[in-house]
């Protein structure tokens, strides 16, 4: 998985790209290290790039929204797939993220 | 009374011919694997020297090597190892044999490589699955299998880690250790897919860990905000059929096309 992260002030916006999967580990810990300065403010995880997410992956995601609410920040998943977003509906992940279309 | 032997009659059998099968290796031939391959009744040559009706191609495992092994001129691909074919399923010959497709790689090479992706691209080329729903759902399938085979079967890592940002911690600790032992990493994942008819298609996808209980593991519920324990449930809603073998080692997924 590759990610970017871009401040624009009022919001976050990380696009990841590639698998947000078992193998994702690493990179994942780098990007909880780099959102952790960001407090306080909407985390947009740009799903456009992501070409397959499994249930490690959305764990993982999971523990960022609950590292990130400590800061009083929120996530909100965009633009996934057809099937990350089938993977997102299988979850129920609708009951806790913010997914926009 | 002495008994006269009946006459010889015609011995038919009920077994389908085994067909040529040949192992195509992309690098030097050793002794030990030309041997191993006799005793596994393989033909054995370069990828342009070995004829037979299926062939795999073997050698070092790569997105490019794979991605040869399951295009058009082979069935399959099976990673050496430094003892040549040693570990490697005879379930990945059966398959080929049966006109499938089989693929064996160290846990290494297949957490490090695109395996998910690769396996996905061969069901659309090679097995006419097309895009779509179906095929997004059975991705999703491959996907939490490779997982759970790679993690939780070979490298034995424990799925209750990840339940929060200390356990995700430790998580990836456990797996960097476990990639970097030359035991666990050297454990097969093999995937094997066979075609059932027209409407279905089997995936197996299988490992070398110390198994698990099936049932148990099937019958387990997790909330919608569950950190781990999904994936085999996900499985199971999505498959038309679900079986597991060898202990819970082999993950028989039988999808409607």
Not at chain 2, 132 to 143: H, K, M, S, T, V
Not at chain 2, 216 to 245: F, Y
């Amino acid at each position: 998985m590759q990610f970017r992260v871009r401040d624009d002030g009022a919001s976050v916006h990380v696009a990841l790209e590639g698998q947000l999967n078992f193998a994702a580990n690493e990179d994942f810990q780098v990007l909880l290290g780099q959102l952790a300065s960001h407090k306080n403010k909407k985390v947009v995880f740009d799903m456009t790039g992501l070409s397959h997410i499994d249930s490690v992956g959305l764990g993982l995601l999971y523990i960022a929204r609950e590292d990130m609410a400590e800061g009083g920040a929120s996530i909100v998943l965009a633009h996934p797939r057809d099937n990350v977003l089938r993977m997102l509906q299988l979850t129920e992940a609708h009951k806790t993220f913010e997914i926009q279309r | 009374m002495i008994h006269s032997a009946p006459p010889p009659s015609e011995v038919f059998s009920i077994c389908r011919p085994v067909r040529p099968l040949g192992l195509a290796v992309d690098g030097p031939v050793s002794e030990d694997l030309a041997d191993q391959c006799a005793a596994l009744g393989l033909l054995i040559g370069t990828p342009d020297a070995v004829h037979a009706d299926e062939r795999l191609l073997s050698g070092i495992a790569s997105d490019d090597s794979i991605r040869r092994g399951i295009g058009g001129d082979f069935s399959g691909f099976v990673e050496l190892g430094d003892e040549g074919l040693l570990g490697v399923g005879l379930r990945c010959f059966e398959t080929v044999r049966s006109g499938g497709l089989a693929i064996s790689l160290k846990t290494r090479s297949a957490y490090a490589l695109p395996t998910l992706d690769i396996v996905c691209d061969a069901l659309r080329d090679c097995m006419g699955l097309a895009p779509g729903e179906r095929a997004d759902l059975i991705g999703i399938c491959l996907g939490e299998a490779i997982s759970n085979a790679v993690m939780h079967g070979n490298l034995e890592v424990p799925a209750h880690l990840r339940v929060n940002s200390e356990g995700f911690q430790r998580f990836r600790q456990i797996m960097h250790e476990r990639l970097n032992d030359p035991v666990l990493a050297c454990r097969r994942v093999e995937i094997n897919i066979l075609p059932r008819g027209h409407d279905f298609i089997a995936v197996m996808v299988s490992d070398q860990g110390a198994g698990f209980n099936f049932a148990e593991h099937l019958n387990h519920t997790v909330d919608s905000e569950a950190k781990s324990g999904r994936g085999l449930g996900l499985i199971s809603r999505i498959c038309a059929s679900l079986l597991a073998e060898d202990g819970g080692r082999t993950l028989t997924m039988t999808f409607a096309r």
